[in-house]
C-alpha cells in the first residue's frame, strides 16, 4: 500500500511562472505601453543607440480587487529617477518604468522637497510668474537637459502601480528590447516586492475593520487554500502572503539573453551585503549586482561581478546630506574605517556628488566591454 504525501510537491520555477501571468491579469495599459515602447526602440535602432530600461520606485501588493488597502515600502524612487538622468547623460536612451507618482528624471529636483516647488518662484512686477533670481541658474540647467531629452526622443516614461503591473511591464517591455542584442541594458532599481496576494485568494470589497461587519465569517472552517488571503479574525487583521516567483533567471536567460543586466540588492545588516550579492549574482547569473545598505546607500554601493568585488563612494568632502543616512556606517560593510573629521568631513565649498555619477559611467565601461565581446564573438 502506498501513501500519498501530505505536502504537494512545490512547481517547478517555470510553472510558477507560467501560472502567476496566466493568473494574474496584464494591467489596462500594457499594451498602449508597449506601441510606445515599440517605436522608441525601433527609432534607437536604427540610430545604432544603446538603450537602457531604468526601473524605478516601489511595488505595491493589493488586499482587494478593488483596491483601498495594500502593502507597500519606502521606496521613492530616489535612485531609479537620479540614474535615468546620467544614462541620458552617458548618450543612452532610457525608458523609465516607475511607479506612478514616484520621482522622475529632472522634475525631482523640485518635488522630492521639503520646500513646495511654488517657493522658486515669484511674481515679478508685470504680474508674470517667474524664477526667482537665486535659482535662475541652477533651474535654467536642469530645463535645458530636459528640453533635449525631449528634442532628441532619448526618454520615454511609462508607468506601474502593483507588482503585477511591474512583472507584465518588465517582461513585455523586455521582449520588445530583443533586437537591441548587447546594446540593451537592465538596471532594475525598483524596490520589487517579494510577496503578493494571489488574485484567487483576494476578497472583491474593501476589507472591513469592525467586528460588527464581520459577523458569521468563521475562516476555521474553510480550508486554508480557499480563505481569503487577507482577512479579519476576531480583532486581528491577518495576512497570508505567498512568495513572488523569482524572475530575473527569466530575464537572464529567456526575455533578454543577450543584453546587460543589473540588478540591485538592499540590506540593512552590514555583515550580510556582500555574501548575499554574491549569492544573487551566482544564482542568477547576470552580470553585475550593486549592493547598497539602507543607512549608507546616498554615499556607497558594492559592485559585485564575475571580476570580483568593487567598493564605489563619494569622497568625503562631496557627500550629500541624508536625513535617514548614518555616516559613520560606511565602511563597515568592508570592514574598513572611514574616519570623519567633524571640522573638515562635510562641504568644504566644493559641490556635493550623487553617488550615481559615479555608478552609471562605471557601469556604462562595463557595458562597452560587453559589446565589444559580443561584437568579437560574431567575427
Do not use: C
Not at 92 to 116: D, E, G, K, M, W
Not at 141 to 155: S, W
Not at 197 to 204: G, I, K
Not at 246 to 262: E, T
Amino acid at each position: 500500500m502506498t501513501t500519498q504525501p501530505l505536502v504537494e510537491p512545490l512547481p517547478s520555477q517555470a510553472a510558477a511562472e507560467d501560472d502567476y501571468f496566466a493568473t494574474n491579469p496584464q494591467p489596462a495599459a500594457l499594451q498602449q505601453h508597449l506601441s510606445l515602447a515599440r517605436a522608441f526602440v525601433a527609432r534607437h535602432a536604427v540610430e545604432g543607440r544603446k538603450v537602457a530600461l531604468v526601473t524605478s520606485g516601489g511595488t505595491t501588493v493589493p488586499l482587494e480587487n478593488q483596491t483601498v488597502r495594500y502593502i507597500d515600502n519606502f521606496s521613492a524612487g530616489t535612485r531609479g529617477a537620479t540614474s535615468a538622468e546620467y544614462f541620458l547623460e552617458a548618450g543612452y536612451a532610457v525608458i523609465f518604468l516607475h511607479r506612478q507618482f514616484s520621482l522622475l528624471p529632472y522634475s525631482r529636483h523640485y518635488s522630492h522637497n521639503t520646500r513646495s516647488f511654488l517657493d522658486f518662484m515669484r511674481e515679478d512686477e508685470s504680474g508674470r510668474v517667474v524664477v526667482d533670481q537665486e535659482h535662475q541658474n541652477e533651474m535654467q540647467a536642469v530645463l535645458r537637459q530636459y528640453t533635449e531629452a525631449k528634442k532628441q526622443n532619448t526618454l520615454l516614461i511609462l508607468t506601474f502601480v502593483s507588482i503585477t503591473d511591474y512583472l507584465w511591464e518588465l517582461r513585455e517591455v523586455a521582449k520588445v528590447m530583443q533586437p537591441l542584442g548587447p546594446r540593451a541594458l537592465f538596471y532594475l532599481a525598483a524596490a520589487v516586492s517579494d510577496f503578493f496576494v494571489p488574485r484567487h485568494r483576494m476578497v472583491e470589497h474593501k476589507i472591513q475593520s469592525a467586528e460588527e461587519f464581520n459577523q458569521g465569517l468563521r475562516y476555521d472552517q474553510i480550508p486554508h487554500a480557499h480563505r481569503p488571503a487577507a482577512r479579519v479574525e476576531g480583532r486581528s487583521l491577518v495576512i497570508d502572503l505567498e512568495p513572488v516567483p523569482k524572475f530575473l533567471k527569466q530575464l537572464v536567460d529567456g526575455w533578454a539573453p543577450q543584453a546587460m543586466i543589473v540588478s540591485f540588492k538592499l540590506e540593512t545588516d552590514p555583515s550580510m551585503l556582500v555574501n548575499k550579492a554574491k549569492y544573487a549574482l551566482g544564482r542568477y547569473a547576470h552580470h553585475l549586482v550593486i549592493g547598497n545598505l539602507l543607512t549608507t546607500r546616498k554615499w556607497e554601493v558594492v559592485f559585485v561581478s564575475p571580476d570580483g568585488v568593487k567598493w564605489v563612494r563619494v569622497p568625503r568632502g562631496k557627500r550629500t546630506k541624508s536625513v535617514s543616512g548614518i555616516e559613520s556606517l560606511i565602511g563597515q560593510a568592508s570592514g574598513e574605517i572611514d574616519e570623519l573629521d567633524s571640522a573638515t568631513h562635510r562641504f568644504v565649498g566644493e559641490p556635493a556628488v550623487e553617488i550615481e555619477s559615479l555608478i552609471i559611467p562605471s557601469i556604462a565601461e562595463m557595458h562597452e566591454k560587453l559589446m565589444a565581446n559580443a561584437e568579437s564573438g560574431k567575427q
